[in-house]
Structures are given as structure tokens and as C-alpha cells.
């Protein structure tokens, strides 16, 4: 059986790489011998993985491949990111779509509002 650390380790590298070459499956499917083969994990099994481990882990029921997606753009721009560079990481043809998976809950200060000149 493929453990979790087992599964970690020969997946990070991959996910480090996807800027570089991202014809290769992020998840992929355990083929004979419980060997992971190259084919990509359906959206189905992805899905019920995810559900799984959160359940383990004790998270919501709502979590899915989405939190994620916001949670890495959320963190990225309480980070100093930018909207664009964030969009451009979630290649989104759009900066709306990418400000959807922001979680960030910005406080309106002082310094803003003085940024309005008339």
C-alpha cells in the first residue's frame, strides 16, 4: 500500500515542476503492484481523496480542491502577492475570477481613504 509519506514524497517534486512542464498528472492513479503509473487520477477520485484526508484531518465537510486553490492564493497575497502575479499562478484569464479565491479580509484604513484625491 501506498502511505501517505510515500505518497507526499513522490508527489512534491512534481508539484514543483508543474511551472516547468505541466503535461505531467499532479495526481496519479496506482496501477498493478500498487505502483503509481502514469496516468492521471480521475476528477472523481481526486475529488474523494481530498474528502477523505479532510475528514481525517478533521476539517469541514465543505472542503475540496477549491479550498485549496484559495487557501494558496489567500496565503500568497497576505504575503505581499499581487492580484496579477496570483492570477497568473491560478492561470486565470481573469483578475475577478482570481479576487473570487481570495479570502483575505482587507480592514479599510485611514491611509486608503487618504489615496482619494479630488
Request: one cysteine or more; proline letters at 3%.
Amino acid at each position: 500500500m501506498v502511505t501517505d509519506s510515500l505518497f507526499i514524497r513522490q508527489q512534491v517534486p512534481k508539484a514543483a515542476a508543474i511551472g516547468r512542464d505541466n503535461k505531467e498528472p499532479l495526481f496519479r492513479s496506482i496501477g498493478k503492484g500498487e505502483r503509481l503509473s502514469e496516468k492521471a487520477m480521475s476528477r472523481f477520485d481526486v475529488f474523494h481523496m481530498i474528502k477523505r484526508r479532510a475528514k481525517a484531518a478533521g476539517l469541514p465537510y465543505s472542503t475540496c480542491c477549491h479550498t485549496f486553490r484559495a487557501t494558496g492564493i489567500t496565503t500568497y497575497l497576505e504575503n505581499g502577492g499581487t492580484l496579477e502575479h496570483a492570477q497568473t499562478i491560478a492561470n486565470h484569464e481573469s483578475p475577478r475570477t482570481t479576487k473570487l479565491y481570495d479570502r483575505t479580509r482587507e480592514e479599510l484604513t485611514t491611509e486608503e481613504i487618504g489615496r482619494i484625491r479630488i
